[in-house]
């Protein structure tokens, strides 16, 4: 299984795990998402890449292609944003390190499960590499030591 496919896999699984609620009878659930909210643009709506080869205008449509490419999730925008919604996915920044920006993914309401290293280039944004600490794989990109 790849790193990104690992990644996504553990935003999903994470995100169900969120979804189940405790056993309390007392426990009012959540309000169901308005449906004015509006995520960010599908991957296919969201513009091809330049033209100079793969980079996109912001940050959301670059992690929204890598996660949709990956596993074909549902990426929501900024997690500061997001309604909590099982099953799909926000992203947080964390850190500027290496050249580029750190975000952390997860489902919204929910804990980060993983990571994206992102760097904008002549081109635009761009995912250059992602780290799910699952176990699997326990070696860390040199990356992760600057979010310290």
Same mark, same amino acid.
């Given at each position: 299984?790849?790193?990104?496919?690992?990644?996504? @896999?553990?935003?999903?699984?994470?995100? !169900?795990?969120?979804?189940?609620?405790?056993? =309390?009878?007392?426990?009012? &659930?959540?309000?169901? $998402?308005?449906?004015?909210? !509006? &995520?960010?643009?599908?991957?296919? @709506?969201?513009?091809?890449?330049?033209?100079?080869?793969?980079?996109?205008?912001?940050?959301?449509? $670059?992690?929204?292609?890598?996660?949709?490419? $990956?596993? /074909?999730?549902?990426?929501?925008? &900024?997690?500061?944003?997001?309604?909590?919604?099982?099953?799909?996915?926000? @992203?947080?920044?964390?850190?500027?390190?290496?050249?580029?920006?750190?975000?952390?993914?997860? $489902?919204?309401?929910?804990?980060?499960? /993983?990571?994206?290293?992102?760097?904008?280039?002549?081109?635009?944004?761009?995912?250059?590499? =992602?780290?799910?600490? =699952?176990?699997?794989?326990?070696?860390?990109?040199?990356?992760? @030591?600057?979010?310290?």
């Amino acid at each position: 299984m790849s790193r990104s496919t690992r990644l996504v @896999a553990a935003v999903l699984v994470s995100g !169900a795990l969120a979804a189940c609620g405790s056993d =309390d009878p007392t426990e009012t &659930p959540a309000p169901p $998402a308005a449906a004015t909210s !509006a &995520p960010v643009a599908s991957p296919s @709506a969201v513009g091809a890449s330049s033209p100079g080869g793969g980079g996109f205008a912001s940050v959301d449509q $670059a992690v929204a292609r890598h996660l949709a490419d $990956a596993s /074909g999730a549902r990426y929501v925008g &900024p997690c500061e944003r997001a309604k909590p919604d099982p099953d799909a996915v926000c @992203a947080i920044k964390m850190a500027t390190v290496d050249g580029g920006e750190v975000y952390g993914v997860g $489902a919204p309401a929910s804990e980060i499960v /993983g990571f994206l290293l992102l760097r904008r280039g002549a081109d635009g944004w761009r995912v250059v590499d =992602d780290y799910a600490p =699952d176990g699997v794989d326990a070696s860390a990109p040199a990356w992760m @030591a600057g979010l310290g």
